[in-house]
């Protein structure tokens, strides 16, 4: 993913450097040449000598260090990168940049270079939230540098809140996206992802096993991507993507009613949810109570919801649409007949009692079919890989409709 790019890594001066000497071994991992850039403060906790194994490359420390060859070393490290890291990147740091302030190796580079710059701030949450600190973040933002927001936790001084050093794995995520071609940008993605859930009394709802992770995984990769992404999610446990507009709902009708409010604006419509067909004709406003006795039974009657896919299919004008077939037999008959009716530009299907394609897995094994009839099979990879060949399918669909 990240093989061939230059990425410059900038180390100051807290305690989350221990998540820095992992953050380079992931980058390694992805194949990145890594050139760390330590201020003192950061020697402070961990030595040169720990990055510059990971890193497999000579630490630079000093602006005025010994000369091992004839560089001028903040141009020419500037010059080299294909992007410029800051993690940890600590208030003292983010407010020397903001104020121009030129006076160690890493500021001047960041001075200095034409690439892009990206801060992983990590500090005590009293910090992060001070005004100052956040007129900083947002003139630098403003300047067209990024942040990496922090997560919220426990931190190193005994306080609890926002000011957690991104983990490695998101970071290295958003280094990759921000490589990824955006061959989506001003496209407007609207996907739906999740079950829907149907009341049945206050207490009690049925619903299905969508875990929602094909359409985050969708979002997540058309928002990378430069899409607008909406992203309208039933009920789920997943967080959602940065950088995405999330309209949360629980029922159907729900669900039908907010792709309405996107629908005319949007480029295409992503159907990867699994809404439910029926919902109970009555709901009960009290809990149902049981019966004591051996023949009690409970019969409760269903009428069918509104079809968002055929609704919206037949009201389509240059709008791509993509649905999905979650199935357990006749899998390509089903999925083919699916995509005529609902007027879908290609159909992805699967065999959820296959092992590695159900709803909770990370995985799938998916079949595309589109409104051609032709049927392209793939094996079993990652929700993500399967978001982009998705992807690349309504990239060139976009394009032969522009």
């Given amino acids: 993913m990240l093989k061939g790019k230059n990425i410059l890594l900038g180390v100051t001066g807290g305690i989350a450097v221990y998540k820095a000497a992992d953050l380079v071994s992931k980058l390694r991992k992805q194949h990145a040449n890594i050139d760390v850039i330590m201020t003192e403060g950061a020697t402070k906790f961990v030595t040169p000598l720990t990055f510059q194994t990971m890193a497999e490359n000579f630490v630079h ?3 005025f260090g010994t000369v091992n060859h004839f560089d001028v070393e903040h141009i020419s ?9 800051i993690a940890p990147a ?10 121009g302030i030129c006076d160690n190796l890493l500021t001047t580079v960041v001075m200095a270079t034409k690439a892009k710059v990206i801060f992983a701030p990590a500090m005590n949450t009293q910090m992060y939230n001070n005004s100052i600190v956040q007129e900083n973040i947002n003139k630098l933002k403003n300047l067209g540098y990024e942040f990496i927001k922090p997560g919220v936790g426990l931190l190193a001084c005994g306080d609890y809140g926002e000011g957690k050093m991104a983990e490695p794995n ?4 958003y280094l990759i996206n921000h490589f990824v071609e955006k061959d989506l940008l001003g496209k407007k993605i609207v996907v739906t992802a999740g079950p829907t859930i149907e009341p049945l009394d206050p207490v009690r709802y049925i619903s299905n096993h969508s875990s929602g992770k094909m359409g985050y995984s969708i979002a997540k990769e058309a928002h990378a991507r430069g899409a607008d992404v909406v992203l309208i999610s039933g009920p789920t446990v997943l967080d959602a993507p940065e950088g995405v507009e999330i309209v949360r709902v629980n ?3 729900e669900m039908f009613n907010s792709v309405g409010e996107f629908f005319d604006t949007c480029d295409c419509l992503i159907k990867s949810a699994a809404p439910l067909d029926y919902k109970p004709e009555n709901v009960s406003p009290i809990k149902i109570k049981k019966d004591d006795k051996e023949n009690d039974e409970l019969d409760i009657k269903f009428i069918r919801n509104p079809d968002i896919a055929a609704y919206y299919g037949n009201r389509k004008n240059k709008q791509i649409m993509v649905g999905f077939a979650a199935e357990t037999n006749n899998i390509f008959e089903y999925a083919s007949e699916k995509l005529k009716k609902k007027n879908f530009d290609f159909i992805v299907a699967n065999d959820v009692t296959e092992t590695g394609a159900g709803f909770q897995s990370d995985t799938n094994i998916v079949t595309i079919i589109d409104n051609n009839g032709n049927l392209e099979k793939y094996p079993i990879m990652s929700k993500k890989e399967v978001a982009k060949i998705i992807l690349d399918r309504v990239s060139l669909l976009i394009k032969s409709k522009s």
């Fill in 251 to 253: 029922t159907t009708e």
């Fill in 77 to 85: 490290l500037a010059q080299k990168a294909d992007a410029v890291l």
């Fill in 61 to 63: 420390t000093e602006m």
């Fill in 170 to 173: 998101d970071i290295v995520e």
């Fill in 90 to 99: 600590t208030a003292n740091t983010i407010g020397k940049i903001a104020g």
